[in-house]
């Protein structure tokens, strides 16, 4: 079972900044692709950031040039830097990892929630 450990979701107020962390086993971090999602209530679970082994990224077109994914390998730990937050940021963020493969199966992490609010 992989397990992801994420980190660093809390309540900021309005153009502020938060940085969230998620630690994947070193067994396969490097060679698979990591991803966040978000998932308000009542809605579907959507993607916000990805990025590849190679390091090629993919944002959700409502947090371009907000947020920022990137990963460190050595760390086995990916990042979501998350900048200028709105109220509609809020909700619970998920860490997502897919090993390579076309049908090998992805892994979440629990979740970590960020609100936006003044």
């Known amino acids: 079972q992989v397990q992801l450990v994420e980190s660093g979701g809390g309540l900021v107020q309005p153009g502020e900044s938060l940085r969230l962390s998620c630690a994947a086993p070193g067994s396969i971090f490097s060679i698979s692709v990591m991803a966040w999602y978000r998932q308000a209530p009542g809605n579907q679970r959507e993607l916000v950031a990805s990025?590849?082994?190679?390091?090629?990224?993919n944002y959700a077109d409502s947090v371009k040039g907000r947020f920022t994914i990137s990963r460190e390998n050595p760390k086995n730990t990916v990042y979501l830097q998350m900048n200028s937050l709105k109220p509609e940021d809020t909700t619970v963020y998920y860490c997502?990892?897919?090993?390579?493969?076309?049908?090998?199966?992805?892994?979440w992490g629990k979740g970590t929630r960020v609100t936006v609010s003044t």
């Open positions: 990025i590849t082994s190679g390091g090629s990224t």
């Open positions: 997502y990892l897919k090993p390579p493969g076309a049908n090998s199966v992805p892994y």
